[in-house]
């Protein structure tokens, strides 16, 4: 969806603007899909299951900013993308359409600057305005700094799924589920 652009300072003092995923952004978007699970773990995709061609990626974009039901947010630091955030609806069926699902990453060199937060504020802000009244996520249960994001946003820990995840190397990680209510 189109939504306004919200600036703020980081905190080594650099200005940082938070933007919607416009379809101007697929290049970005595909490197940033390939690069951020080299960085870190606890991304669902490894970086060989990013299979997006330019124009398929600009097609994707294009349909997520005419929808005024999605929410994609860019951060950009001196005119770079810093990493992305998304809230999207859970589904259509009546029964599950007041609830709605959080994911973000950043580039590593733009962890601990306050962008997590800022973006989640400004999601979640954005997610009570469409309507939605709950927002769902999942976290690998070792991502703490993920968690403690979370809990500094609102969101509480509601359960857990054992075994969620099989990495490459064999092993396997339970998920924490949490919500937060709008
Ligand atoms: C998770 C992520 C989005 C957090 O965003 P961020 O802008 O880096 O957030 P911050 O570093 O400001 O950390 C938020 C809080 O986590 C806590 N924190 C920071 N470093 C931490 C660490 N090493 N261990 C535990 N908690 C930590 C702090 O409470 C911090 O808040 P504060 O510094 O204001 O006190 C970002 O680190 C990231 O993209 N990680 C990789 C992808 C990922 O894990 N995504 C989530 C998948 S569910």
Redesign the pocket.
């Known amino acids: 969806m189109k939504f306004e652009e919200k600036e703020f300072t980081l905190?080594d003092g650099r200005k940082c603007v938070l933007k919607p995923t416009s379809p101007e952004y697929a290049a970005e978007m595909i490197e940033y899909m390939k690069k951020?699970p080299e960085?870190?773990p606890?991304?669902l995709r490894y970086p060989d299951e990013v299979n997006f061609t330019l124009e398929s990626e600009q097609e994707i974009l294009g349909r997520l900013y005419e929808d005024p039901y999605s929410i994609m947010m860019v951060p950009i630091v001196d005119g770079k993308v810093a990493?992305n955030g998304s809230i999207n609806g859970i589904g259509t069926k009546r029964k599950i359409v007041h609830r709605c699902s959080l994911?973000?990453?950043?580039?590593?060199e733009?962890?601990?600057?306050?962008?997590?937060?800022a973006?989640i504020d400004y999601m979640t802000e954005l997610a009570a305005k469409i309507g939605w009244k709950q927002v769902d996520?999942?976290?690998?249960a070792e991502?703490?700094?993920?968690?403690?994001?979370y809990k500094?946003c609102g969101f509480v820990e509601t359960g857990r799924r054992h075994n969620a995840l099989r990495f490459d190397d064999g092993t396997c990680h339970d998920e924490i589920l949490m919500y937060k209510e709008l």
């Not at 733009?110 to 937060?117: A, H, N």
């Not at 996520?137 to 690998?140: A, D, Q, R």
């Open positions: 905190k951020t960085e870190t606890y991304l990493g994911a973000i990453a950043l580039y590593k733009y962890w601990g600057l306050g962008i997590g937060k973006m996520l999942e976290v690998v991502n703490e700094r993920a968690q403690a994001l500094k």
